[in-house]
């Protein structure tokens, strides 16, 4: 059963910085795609960031200041946020492709659904404030 926890969450000032974990177990083999997706209240769930080996994908409004990494010794994917800014408040959720719905062309271009992220993890609140 493979399961994703997040964590790194919390409550800081516009312009501050939190670095998000995600703790991948439960599988044998590597996903074909990793991301980091978000939902704030009201609002549909978005991605952010999404991996394949060395190829990321990143959101126009993240680009420059959030950045996608994996630790594949660790099983951890991982994701940097600078210059936060308040509209970046959101749950945040880390999610895998263990299907092989997604290539890896498809996940470094930003070509995909959250229906094709067949595994996801409880979320880690981020909070920023002006």
């Known amino acids: 059963q493979v399961r994703l926890v997040e964590s790194g969450g919390g409550s800081v000032q516009a312009g501050g910085s939190l670095r998000l974990s995600c703790a991948a177990s439960g599988y044998t083999y590597s996903s074909s795609c990793m991301g980091w997706f978000r939902q704030a209240p009201g609002k549909e769930r978005e991605g952010v960031a999404t991996?394949?080996?060395?190829?990321?994908y990143y959101a126009d409004s993240v680009k420059g200041r959030f950045t996608i990494s994996q630790n594949n010794a660790k099983n951890t994917l991982y994701l940097q946020m600078n210059s936060l800014k308040p509209e970046d408040s959101a749950m945040y959720y880390c999610a895998a492709d263990f299907s092989f719905r997604i290539s890896s062309r498809r996940c470094s271009g930003g070509d995909w659904s959250t229906s094709d992220f067949g595994y996801w993890g409880q979320g880690t609140q981020v909070t920023v404030s002006s």
């Open positions: 991996i394949s080996g060395s190829s990321t």
